[in-house]
C-alpha cells in the first residue's frame, strides 16, 4: 500500500530523503502508535526497535521495494508488498531455537 499520492514527491531528490524529511510529515509518536500490537501480536512493535531508531529507508522506499530489515534476525509476517531482508550470518532465530532443545 503506497504512503504517498502519485507525484506528491516530484522533484525531491532522494539523498534529501532522510528520516528528517520523513518526520517532518510523519511523526514518530504517530507511527509508533499506528503500529502498537502490530500484526495481531501484542507487545510487537516494528517502529519501537530494540536497536536505537533507525532510518527510516532501513525499510521504507520510495522509489523501489520496501524490505523488512527485522527479518534479517526475526521471522515476522512481511506487510503486503514487502520483501523480507537477507538472513544475517548469526541471526537471533538460531539462538531461539537453540535455548528450546
Known amino acids: 500500500m503506497a504512503a ?9 531528490a532522494l539523498e534529501d530523503m532522510t528520516s528528517k524529511f520523513c518526520l517532518s510529515c ?4 504517530a507511527i509508533s502508535e499506528a503500529t502498537q500490537d ?12 530494540h536497536y536505537d531508531a533507525g532510518a527510516c529507508t532501513n525499510c521504507h522506499s520510495v522509489d523501489g521495494q520496501s524490505v523488512l ?3 534479517e534476525c526475526h521471522t515476522e509476517d512481511c506487510p503486503e508488498g514487502w520483501i523480507p531482508a537477507p538472513r544475517g550470518e548469526n541471526p537471533v532465530w ?7 532443545e
Open 94 to 100: 538460531d539462538l531461539k531455537k537453540a535455548f528450546k
Open 4 to 12: 504517498h499520492t502519485l507525484g506528491q514527491l516530484d522533484g525531491v
Open 38 to 49: 502490530y500484526g495481531g501480536t501484542p507487545g510487537y512493535n516494528p517502529h519501537k526497535s
Open 26 to 29: 510523519h511523526p514518530r509518536s
Open 69 to 71: 530489515a527485522c527479518d
